[in-house]
């Protein structure tokens, strides 16, 4: 069932994404929904389940049209943010301000593996300044949205497995 649920959770946040917010983007920049759905499940469930689920998310991401880039570059990034994120779950349960701060970081983590693999594949159509510019605009988007798409998924992974989830 928490399998189940984080699919759809990364189902609808990619719908939304790519349909929804691809028409209030900021400077050609769209919030990343499924990086959120991932960090959720990384405050609440680990390490291991997030780096699956980033997985999912990922492909999901690289898959979905509009997508104009190598298939991977999102996986690999939503993986590394998954586990990453997963790593600040400890004994106790996050606050506020390590959520947003989480969130930040794992923002910043993905859009920027996702930015390197581009110029490592040479797939990457900004340079350099610009790319530092989509990152930034990002982190913001991203941090702006954490109040109202975290606490409703962080809910709700606690619910389905209520034994395994921090407080």
Do not use: K
């Not at 691809?22 to 469930?45: E, Q």
């Not at 980033?54 to 898959?63: C, E, K, R, T």
């Not at 110029?119 to 982190?139: E, H």
């Amino acid at each position: 069932m928490r399998i189940l649920a984080a699919v759809v959770a990364v189902l609808v946040a990619l719908v939304l994404q790519v349909s929804v917010f691809s028409h209030l983007a900021w400077s050609g920049v769209v919030p990343n929904l499924c990086l959120l759905v991932v960090v959720a499940a990384a405050l609440t469930r680990g390490s291991h389940f997030a780096a699956a689920l980033g997985f999912i998310a990922g492909v999901s991401l690289d898959l979905a049209p509009p997508a104009d880039h190598v298939a991977g570059r999102w996986a690999l990034a939503l993986v590394i943010v998954g586990y990453v994120a997963g790593r600040v779950r400890r004994d106790a349960p996050p606050t506020a301000t390590t959520v947003v701060a989480t969130v930040a970081a794992a923002s910043f983590v993905g859009t920027s593996v996702f930015a390197l693999t581009g110029m490592v594949l040479d797939d990457a159509a900004l340079g350099i300044p610009d790319l530092l510019q989509v990152i930034g605009v990002s982190v913001v988007l991203d941090v702006l949205l954490t109040p109202f798409v975290l606490p409703p998924l962080m809910a709700m992974f606690r619910r389905l497995e209520p034994d395994r989830a921090l407080a």
